[in-house]
């Protein structure tokens, strides 16, 4: 067993070595402690372990590192993966497309009592701020479930690659409204007043915007785990 002692050795070595997300540190801290745990010497303390076993088997601390840069990637795949996929469901899947079934309906009923200049306002607020405001809200509750416990980083990986996917729908959205409506029309409402006058465009816009929203909030409910060996 590890001490709270050894416990707080490998935190610190840890964090010496630039590990600062959950994921990474967990992965890390099992490999210390079980290779510490399974020592041949049982009179080697954690210190020389980390130094004589741990560090060589790993590359030393650039290798860690190294290691760490080429899984955050692998990590980072998984989880575009796992959206495409999550995406798709909505689309072919079940019950997947019985939500995108009933968001639709309840798209057309709004167009029916507001009408469609109020369905490509809330497209635009849908697709520019429910994203991003769903992975901040995931790193928030993340941090605070953090603090209860006394060792260990106060940042996810998977909120931080959950957050970049959701900005980047942010960023597209803002880029083509200045590129297309800015520069091509010179008129930045041109794309907007597009979506008023053209339903279908309206109503499959604010449904994509929707689904789009839904799909980081399943992505901060799955689990993903960081590997120091890809498979």
């Not at 600062?20 to 010497?41: F, G, K, V």
């Not at 899947?93 to 009923?109: A, D, H, K, Q």
């Not at 008129?187 to 799909?215: E, K, R």
Request: aromatic share 12%.
């Amino acid at each position: 067993m590890i001490s709270q002692e050894e416990h707080q050795e490998i935190y610190e070595f840890l964090k010496k070595v630039g590990v600062n997300q959950i994921e990474i540190y967990q992965e890390l801290y099992d490999h210390i402690a079980t290779s510490y745990e399974n020592r041949r010497a049982i009179s080697e303390d954690l210190r020389t372990h980390i130094r004589e076993e741990v560090q060589p088997s790993l590359g030393g601390v650039k290798g860690i590192q190294r290691i760490i840069k080429s899984q955050t990637k692998a990590f980072e795949k998984e989880i575009q993966q796992r959206a495409f996929a999550i995406a798709k469901s909505y689309v072919f899947g079940w019950p997947g497309i019985l939500v995108t079934m009933v968001t639709i309906s309840l798209v057309l009923m709004i167009n029916k009592v507001w009408g469609m200049k109020v369905i490509a306002t809330s497209a635009l607020i849908f697709g520019v701020l429910s994203p991003p405001m769903i992975a901040l809200a995931g790193m928030i509750i993340f941090y605070k479930k953090s603090l209860k416990r006394r060792l260990g980083p106060t940042t996810s990986l998977k909120n931080l690659k959950v957050m970049r996917f959701a900005a980047f729908g942010t960023t597209f959205i803002n880029s083509i409204f200045f590129l297309i409506g800015g520069i091509v029309f010179r008129d930045s409402g041109w794309l907007f007043d597009q979506l008023v006058d053209n339903p279908i465009l309206g109503l499959s816009t604010f449904v994509i915007f929707v689904l789009y929203g839904l799909v980081c909030l399943q992505l901060l409910k799955e689990k993903f785990q960081f590997k120091l060996v890809s498979e």
